[in-house]
């Protein structure tokens, strides 16, 4: 069975929490008086729409504002695929959330009431999507019943959203499903209101999208985490490298290069948990032996000796600033590439975009909490990554505060 | 219910997920423990601690902190449990804890060790000089929980914070703490509780005899039926009778109900959870239910 991640965000009331809550019934993932309970307590604060928030927002802070300030996590399964969905507040203050929420995922519902059409958290989803280059968007466009499930709503707002996306950028696929949550409507089974609409309903779109197929396309990565050396009599000279296939394959008997020494050796052996696999996949975590003994610790990668690879000191980046305390040019941070910490440098800032607008800052000179801008950045020593556009798992990185300790941004490397 | 696929249900890119974690936290820090209860999500996670390190042993111990009123079923286990990992085992005792005058034992028909524990466990964190503990709890759990972290940072006194988490963004972790914090990690967080029954009737894991049905004096309060111990303080109503139970998840005998049911296998208890998330986690139970529920007490040995 797979795992479908999925990023949702929006604020209560574009019906958000009632689409959710219609997955997690239509799939028997919530209880009917557990739903119920919901709804009615819903009804007591006067809203009318089910604030499935009430099933997630724990946080005091939350309960004592009635809003979502965190990413929440909600799970749901059919017999094909477990989903977790990363729900985050949709609001320009949370936009940092949004994109710890969403780099989770491989799929984005942007969410749209049919009788508002592209609003400004439209445009903010889409282009937090686009920057994370998220493959799949799905543009559900809800409240279908509040617009006479008329036909010229649904494709007037799908050429706005379409046209926006190029504007953006958006390189991914756009999937757009006329809805209305509240009664079912194209959710789980198609709706007979809506006989124009030739696609799927959501949910079986889910179900039947492919998934990890970029990662495992891409050239293998594996992120050395830890050597495995048993000293016990009966692995005497055993060596492993524990780690991570980031992306790619990796099979017995394959040449691999280890960065940053560019020694190359032959794999003799991949474990995966207690057994011997042939080959590994994007994702795993694996623990490969090899036939030589070369010198490998933490934070190296192997690569097929094949595979081109670059190396970076110097270099460009989109960055999400997450601090309270604003970032300026000159500023030095612990970066975590992978499992791969080195000391770095802001060389300088290229440009900061108002999260509000998604226009440019004319001449701004620092990020502030929740500003995405593009920096220059120099790093101790160099990394061994791709840009994030090429791939993604071996092209982003954190930027961690040495004197709190606290990961302040994360980056993507351009 | 229609028969159980046996294969392929668990999804296996979390179990590669927890093994990540387990390796991260072996590697940012240097003393790391791992908290056992002796309950299916601390077993689940010895598991992936073998797998995670195999062909080697595990590079940390285990932790329990025993509150004396465990089932006997559970510390019987934990023990075989250490043997076969090849764990190192450590236990801290609670009774340790009220002999020493710092925490109260709890009076009334609702008396339980549950709270006094923390402070067994605090002292044991200090005494061991652990900068990492890891948990088995799950997002899926409770709501407080589901925001929480996988690499969750404690300060000083072992207190969270919800407004200063840190955000966890790919699966780059941040482990860096200053002299004195604890940092709690849960490579479960994104199992539910059937992921957790599934992995284990994949892996053919051994469990607690007591998950399985059994027959047992129980005694019924608050429409919960609680195992009659020693250490459950009981009114003169509460006569103890013999009914045929499992437990679905184990704390301490004062504070875990049973449920009346007779599943002997994990195909038997995993059918039962998924029919329990139609109808019984519910406060309200509809009539046709409840009739049938009645009906299930009846064969199980009720009255």
């Not at chain 1, 560019?262 to 994702?283: D, M, P």
């Not at chain 2, 710092?102 to 709270?115: H, I, P």
């Not at chain 2, 059918?271 to 309200?284: L, P, Y």
Request: charged share 25%; net charge negative.
């Amino acid at each position: 069975m797979d795992v479908l991640r999925l990023a949702t965000a929006g604020s209560v009331d574009d019906g958000k929490s009632t689409l959710i809550g219609r997955l997690l019934y239509d799939t028997k993932s919530i209880t009917k008086d557990k739903l119920e309970a919901v709804e009615a307590s819903s009804q007591r604060k006067g809203l009318d729409f089910v604030d499935l928030s009430l099933l997630t927002d724990g946080l005091i802070a939350e309960r004592e504002q009635g809003i979502t300030i965190d990413v929440a996590h909600i799970y749901f399964s059919t017999d094909k695929r477990k989903y977790i969905i990363a729900d985050t507040p949709g609001h320009v203050e949370y936009t940092r959330n949004m994109i710890t929420g969403a780099s989770h995922a491989e799929a984005s519902i942007v969410l749209v009431d049919a009788r508002n059409g592209v609003s400004e958290q439209t445009r903010r989803h889409l282009f937090i999507s686009s920057l994370l280059e998220i493959d799949t968007v799905i543009v559900a466009v809800n409240k279908m019943d509040l617009a006479n499930y008329e036909q010229a709503t649904f494709e007037g707002i799908k050429a706005n959203v379409a046209g926006l996306a190029q504007k953006i950028g958006f390189k991914g696929s756009l999937t757009f499903i006329p809805l209305a949550a509240k009664y079912g409507d194209n959710v789980v089974t198609l709706s007979d209101k809506m006989p124009w609409y030739t696609g799927q309903p959501l949910l079986q779109y889910l179900e039947t999208m492919p998934v990890h197929q970029r990662d495992e396309s891409l050239p293998a990565r594996f992120h050395v985490q830890f050597v495995i050396r048993p000293h016990s009599d009966e692995h005497h000279d055993f060596r492993g490298y524990a780690g991570k296939l980031v992306s790619g394959s990796l099979k017995v008997g394959q040449r691999v290069a280890v960065l940053p020494s560019l020694k190359e050796s032959t794999i003799k052996a991949i474990y995966s948990g207690l057994n011997k696999v042939e080959q590994g996949h994007a994702g795993d975590s694996l623990n490969i032996e090899l036939e030589d003994d070369v010198d490998i610790s933490r934070g190296n990668t192997l690569v097929p000796v094949d595979a081109p690879y670059q190396q970076l000191q110097q270099f460009a980046a989109k960055l999400t600033w997450m601090d309270e305390q604003p970032l300026t040019a000159g500023k030095t941070f612990l970066l975590q590439h992978g499992v791969n910490r080195i000391k770095a440098k802001i060389n300088s800032v290229a440009h900061v975009i108002d999260m509000s607008t998604i226009e440019e800052k004319a001449d701004a000179q620092a990020f502030r909490l929740n500003d995405i801008g593009e920096v220059s950045i120099k790093t101790a020593k160099p990394i061994f990554a791709d840009r994030y556009a090429d791939n993604p798992k071996n092209g982003a990185f954190i930027l961690i505060d040495e004197f709190s300790n606290t990961t302040v941004a994360v980056g993507f490397i351009l | 219910m229609s028969a159980l696929d046996l294969t392929n249900t668990f999804p296996r890119e979390l179990e590669h997920e927890a093994i990540y974690i387990m390796r991260e936290v072996a590697a940012q820090f240097e003393r790391p423990v791992l908290l056992f209860s002796g309950g299916k999500d601390s077993i689940t996670l010895v598991r992936l601690a073998i797998k995670a390190f195999y062909p080697a042993k595990v590079p940390f111990p285990m932790l329990h902190i025993d509150t004396g009123h465990n089932f006997p079923e559970t510390i019987a286990f934990r023990d075989w449990l250490a043997k076969e990992s090849g764990m190192q085992l450590i236990v801290r005792y609670v009774q340790d804890s009220i002999d020493q005058g710092k925490v109260k034992e709890e009076t009334g028909k609702y008396a339980s060790r549950n709270m006094l524990q923390t402070v067994t466990l605090l002292d044991a964190i200090e005494e061991g000089k652990y900068d990492v503990c890891i948990g088995g709890a799950r997002r899926d759990e409770e709501k407080a929980r589901a925001k929480e972290r996988i690499f969750s940072v404690r300060d000083d006194f072992g207190q969270w914070d919800a407004k200063k988490q840190r955000p966890e963004l790919f699966d780059m972790l941040n482990g860096k703490i200053n002299v004195g914090e604890n940092v709690r990690v849960f490579p479960i967080s994104n199992w539910t509780e059937l992921d957790v029954w599934n992995y284990i009737r994949e892996e053919k894991m051994e469990i607690p005899s007591i998950y399985y049905s059994h027959k047992r004096q129980i005694i019924e309060r608050d429409g919960m039926y609680w195992p009659a111990s020693p250490f459950l303080n009981t009114t003169e109503d509460e006569v103890p009778f013999e009914a045929t139970v499992r437990f679905r998840t184990v704390g301490d005998m004062t504070c875990t109900a049973a449920v009346l049911s007779e599943a002997v296998t994990l195909d038997k208890i995993i059918e039962e959870i998924k029919e329990a998330t139609i109808s019984e986690r519910g406060a309200r139970i509809d009539d046709k239910r409840s009739e049938a529920a009645m009906e299930k007490r009846k064969q199980v040995g009720y009255f």
